[in-house]
């Protein structure tokens, strides 16, 4: 379990705590149980981050440096999944052509359009979320990366892998387990209850369906999903998460479960 968990620690992430022994293709595909949680560990560090900066710079320095840290914590790896996809998708007319365009070092006009338009809306929505006047509105900046990476859990149970000569995403294909997906899943569900309350719920179900939706188009494109598609799933999910949060937060919806325990009553 250790080893797997820093297998997750180091695959999703830029802290370099891989194990100094071969991981097994068993190992690789169980740190998909730890996905959640390594994205909570991101979100709590967003935090942090946001609230060492407030101290020094103003909030849109703060939000330009909460979206840069979002992007060097997982070494650019998902922002590159995008990318790729971009330029495969939208430059392909054919499965394999689309492939081969996304195994392609070289960068296209729709992968950097892709990356700088979710950039801008990424750094906008933790804007808003840093400028609204609400108690709690730091939790979005918690639940967002949460749940994106769930969303790659529930990608990988649910599709097949694309590539027949394997890839980055292949070893999670093997020796797959519905125990460490199930994991995942409470892993996910605890933490927007206990952080997000009826709201988390809400934007942990919203954010599942389009990530299923985006798996499900993506997969008739190209007979499957890849390690690109995983990533590129991540960085729209976290996007939109943080996107939702801001009406959620606005009408008082995104509140930890004591807090809305505490005013449900009156409510009803």
């Excluded at 400028?131 to 990366?145: D, H, K, R, S, V």
């Excluded at 943080?242 to 409510?267: C, K, N, S, Y």
Aim: aromatic share 10%; proline share 5%; charged share 10%.
């Amino acid at each position: 379990m250790l080893t797997s968990f820093l297998a997750a620690i180091s695959f999703l992430s830029i802290i370099p705590l891989r194990p100094k022994f071969a991981l097994t293709p068993k190992q690789i595909s169980d740190s998909r149980a730890y996905y959640p949680i390594i994205g909570l560990l991101i979100g709590c560090l967003l935090v942090l981050t946001g609230q060492a900066c407030s101290y020094a710079f103003t909030t849109p320095i703060t939000a330009a440096i909460l979206t840069i840290f979002l992007a060097v914590i997982s070494r650019g790896l998902h922002l590159d999944g995008l990318m790729d996809i971009s330029d495969g998708l939208f430059g392909g007319y054919s499965t394999q052509r689309r492939l081969e365009i996304m195994k392609d070092s070289h960068v296209g006009a729709f992968a950097v359009l892709s990356a700088v338009l979710i950039l801008i809306l990424k750094y906008s929505a933790i804007l808003s979320i840093l400028n609204m006047p609400f108690p709690g509105n730091e939790y979005a900046l918690i639940l967002a990366p949460t749940i994106s990476r769930w969303s790659m859990v529930l990608q990988l149970t649910m599709f097949p892998y694309a590539r027949r000569e394997g890839g980055l995403g292949s070893p999670f294909q093997d020796h797959s387990s519905k125990l460490t997906a199930s994991l995942a899943a409470l892993t996910a569900c605890v933490s927007v209850i206990i952080l997000g309350g009826a709201g988390g719920i809400g934007l942990l179900v919203l954010l599942s369906v389009f990530a299923y939706g985006v798996g499900l188009v993506i997969s008739r494109m190209l007979g499957g999903l890849t390690g690109d598609v995983y990533g590129a799933t991540n960085e729209l999910t976290e996007t939109a998460g943080l996107v939702l949060a801001v009406p959620l937060i606005a009408h008082g919806w995104l509140a930890p479960f004591m807090r809305v325990a505490e005013w449900l009553p009156e409510f009803l």
